[in-house]
């Protein structure tokens, strides 16, 4: 049983009255309603304006896959929440960005980049092609298929080379994107998915529910070893007895982690 946590500002829903009429009961809701048809998954939702944002360490140490979908409060996000999520990546954790998540604190600080791109918000046709139809977040969708209406995003891409790119957008204008990528941080799976726009149904569309159903399963964690976290201190007793008989040569300062 795979524990998803959806996670989503839930502010345009509430704010705009088109985009209320697209997601009544929130982008969060509609992802879950289209996930709950799969037994194999334990689905939670968590919004911005929860305590914690939602995502308390306990909460987050019990999910297996965080889905994020944010856009116009990126810097509402509580710092001590991007903490959790990324020592949770580290750990294993597997995460799903959606859309405009590409902005997010926790993306950005996973990157290591600012995550720029070109946009335009025009509805325009997107057609998705796939770059590698082997792949287990491939499984089950022809060689390419269409949004009638979406945001354009354009490259560049301001994000390192991705492990593998799954996923590339032509647009109605001619503009091309990198719109699915995969990467690893630490034991973490992360996918970055282009489509979604909250002025548009790209959540009820079969194909992009497809795509999030089938990287739930690949990016989940498949081992139950955590890494270190990096940012605690090392204590003397991690240091290894050596393996070979040896000397100590020269002098040592200590090391600045270590605890004294």
């Known amino acids: 049983m795979a524990n998803v946590i959806i996670w989503n500002e839930n502010i345009h829903e509430i704010e705009n009255e088109e985009v209320k009429k697209i ?44 889905i994020w979908w944010g856009h116009k409060a990126h810097e509402e996000v509580l710092d001590e929440t991007v903490n959790l999520v990324q020592r949770r990546v580290l750990e294993g954790m597997g995460l ?7 902005h997010s604190k926790i993306f950005k600080r996973l990157m290591g980049t600012n995550c720029n791109l070109t946009w335009r918000e025009y509805g325009e046709k997107e057609r998705l092609w796939i770059c590698n139809p082997g792949h287990p977040i491939c499984e089950g969708l022809d060689p390419h298929f269409e949004l009638e209406m979406e945001e354009m ?16 957008s032509w647009f109605e204008g001619g503009e091309t994107f990198r719109s699915g990528l995969l990467y690893k941080r630490g034991n973490g799976q992360i996918f970055y998915f282009r489509p979604g726009h909250e002025a548009y149904p ?20 498949k081992s139950k070893v955590l890494w270190e976290d990096i940012h605690k201190p090392t204590p003397k007793s991690n240091r290894p007895k050596p393996i070979e008989k040896i000397s100590k040569k020269g002098f040592s300062v200590g090391h600045p982690t270590e605890k004294k």
């Open 23 to 66: 997601y009544p009961n929130g982008i969060h809701n509609c992802i879950k309603d289209f996930l709950s048809s799969d037994k194999a998954l334990n689905i939670k939702t968590a919004t911005l304006k929860e305590d914690q944002n939602g995502l308390t360490e306990g909460i987050l140490n019990n999910c297996s896959v965080l």
């Open 96 to 102: 799903i960005v959606l859309h405009s998540g590409h």
């Open 153 to 168: 995003y354009g490259e560049p891409f301001q994000v390192p080379s991705p492990d593998e790119t799954l996923f590339t």
């Open 202 to 221: 790209t959540y009820h569309n079969a194909n992009v529910q497809k795509v999030i159903k089938n990287a739930i399963n690949f990016v989940q964690p």
